[in-house]
């Protein structure tokens, strides 16, 4: 069972990583991991049938750096804002330094010129790690819930 400090600050792990992204801060998303970390971005029929081929895959915080760079220095895109809404926590399972956790999660994407639409649903699989640091994801897989997505995928969800 998670003592109340430990689920706070879980809560606010969650709450931070989505603050952080639907603000455009992409230089900070990095930090909320580990330095060997696993990002993976995949559609639920390939979780659910074993299948590893992900939308993408990042294996280390400085992947997650890269993609921040490529994000923000080198793709041509229509910009756009994000939205996170993001479903209460449900711990899965607990060990001394290491919290397994789900949640539900809906991103809606916004361009300065259109109206509001949803973007990326599904729920986030995630191996929470305890560091000096505090809370950090290890693991974060997002599993989306739709087979159609939109064309790319430029921003974390």
């Not at 969650?14 to 971005?41: I, M, N, Q, R, V």
Request: proline fraction near 6%; charged fraction near 25%.
């Amino acid at each position: 069972m998670l003592d109340f400090e430990t689920w706070t600050e879980l809560l606010a792990l969650y709450a931070d990583y989505c603050a952080t992204l639907d603000e455009g801060e992409w230089h900070k998303w990095p930090d909320f991991f580990t330095e060997t970390c696993s990002y993976k971005l995949q559609p639920r029929e390939n979780f659910e049938r074993g299948l590893p081929l992900a939308t993408l895959a990042f294996e280390s915080r400085g992947m997650l750096k890269d993609r921040v760079f490529g994000a923000t220095e080198t793709i041509f895109h229509d910009p756009y804002y994000q939205r996170h809404l993001v479903g209460i926590p449900r711990v899965t399972r607990i060990d001394a330094d290491v919290i397994e956790s789900q949640a539900s999660y809906a991103v809606f994407r916004t361009k300065p010129d259109g109206l509001t639409t949803p973007y990326n649903v599904g729920r986030y699989i995630d191996v929470v790690k305890r560091t000096t640091a505090g809370l950090r994801f290890e693991s974060r897989l997002c599993v989306f819930d739709s087979e159609m997505i939109p064309n790319s995928i430029i921003y974390p969800i």
